[in-house]
Nanobody
Framework: QVQLVESGGGSVQAGGSLRLSCSVSGTTYCSIDMSWYRQAPGKELEFVSKIDNRGRTTSADSVKGRFTISLDNSNHMLHMLYLQMNDLKPEDTAMYYC???????????????WGQGTQVTVSS
């Protein structure tokens, strides 16, 4: 079982910054990649950024150059996933979720895990 808990959301003005955190605890034999997703009211879930088990990152075009994903693995009992968000825009307003997913190819019994989300609100 893997547990994810997000924090760091809040309300900021356009142009401001926030850093989201996601604590990842628990045990799994599966190799995992970690991601951030977001969902704005009335819209579908949207991929934001991902870091794989080799440290390689990918991001959505809408956040490239503004958001940075990082991972702190220094504590083997508790991993910390971060999303540094700069130059925030009103369209970044959403609930942000962290997610772990098995690194492909993965055994059939490996699964995704999600956090409960943290709200980010950007005012103009």
């Amino acid at each position: 079982q893997v547990q994810l808990v997000e924090s760091g959301g809040g309300s900021v003005q356009a142009g401001g910054s926030l850093r989201l955190s996601c604590s990842v605890s628990g045990t799994t034999y599966c190799s995992i990649d970690m991601s951030w997703y977001r969902q704005a009211p009335g819209k579908e879930l949207e991929f934001v950024s991902k870091i794989d088990n080799r440290g390689r990152t990918t991001s959505a075009d809408s956040v490239k150059g503004r958001f940075t994903i990082s991972l702190d693995n220094s504590n083997h009992m508790l991993h910390m996933l971060y999303l540094q968000m700069n130059d925030l825009k009103p369209e970044d307003t959403a609930m942000y979720y962290c997610k772990t997913e098995p690194t492909p190819p993965a055994p059939a019994d490996c699964r995704d895990y999600w956090g409960q989300g943290t709200q980010v609100t950007v005012s103009s």
